[in-house]
Each structure stands twice: as C-alpha cells, then as structure tokens.
C-alpha cells in the first residue's frame, strides 16, 4: 500500500504545507483556502510524495498559481418559500440553502 503526503517544496526542501493548505492523503485532495490572505499572482511549488511499506519514496513537484477570479454561478438560484425564508427580517439570521454545484470555484485544485 503507498502513502501519500504533501509538502511545500522550498529551497530544495520539503516543508511543511501552509495553513491555507489542507491534504486528504486517502482522497488525494488538496484544499486551498485563501479566504484570509491575498495569493493573487503567487506561485507556490508542492511535493507530492509517496511512501510504500518498506519505506521506498518517490516524489513528484508541481507548481500552483494562483489568479483572483470569483466563484462562476452554475445555474440559477432557487427561490426559497419555506418559512424560515418567510419570516426572515433585517439583522436576524438567515438560512439559504445552495446545491454543492451552484457555483464553480475556479481557485480549488483537485489533484
């Protein structure tokens, strides 16, 4: 069976992902989440690297840029009729839910 583990690849080292980067080794998904900082324009090298049971590694860098672009609306927004959405009022909270398709999220990398 491999393992797999993602590592930020910095001055020909492996580092530690940054905390906007988050990896499912069992989906071999990166997640990456700039909600609190600006990556407009960076380029970031990763590793992926891969490890068997008998601790035989390979690895493979690749670069990410990143682009400011705004989620791109899949379809059109549903009215919501229930009652939560008819008996919403200014400064109270709300609920509106989307399907998981509703927008496209051009800044996630699957991988």
């Not at 690297?49 to 670069?63: I, L, P, V, Y």
């Not at 008819?86 to 999220?105: C, I």
Request: proline share 4%; charged share 25%.
């Amino acid at each position: 069976m491999i393992s797999y583990k993602l590592f930020l690849w910095e001055n020909s080292q492996l580092t530690d992902l940054p905390f906007w980067v988050n990896f499912d080794p069992n989906e071999k998904i990166a997640y990456f989440d700039a909600t609190n900082i600006t990556l407009d324009g960076k380029s970031y090298v990763f590793a992926l690297q891969g490890m068997d049971n008998f601790t035989e590694s390979a690895k493979t860098n690749f670069n990410v840029e990143f682009w400011s672009s705004k989620p791109v609306l899949n379809k059109r927004l549903q009215p919501q009729y229930d009652a939560t959405a008819k008996n919403a009022r200014v400064g109270s909270s709300f609920q509106f839910e989307l399907e998981s398709d509703t927008f496209t999220d051009t800044e996630k990398l699957i991988y």
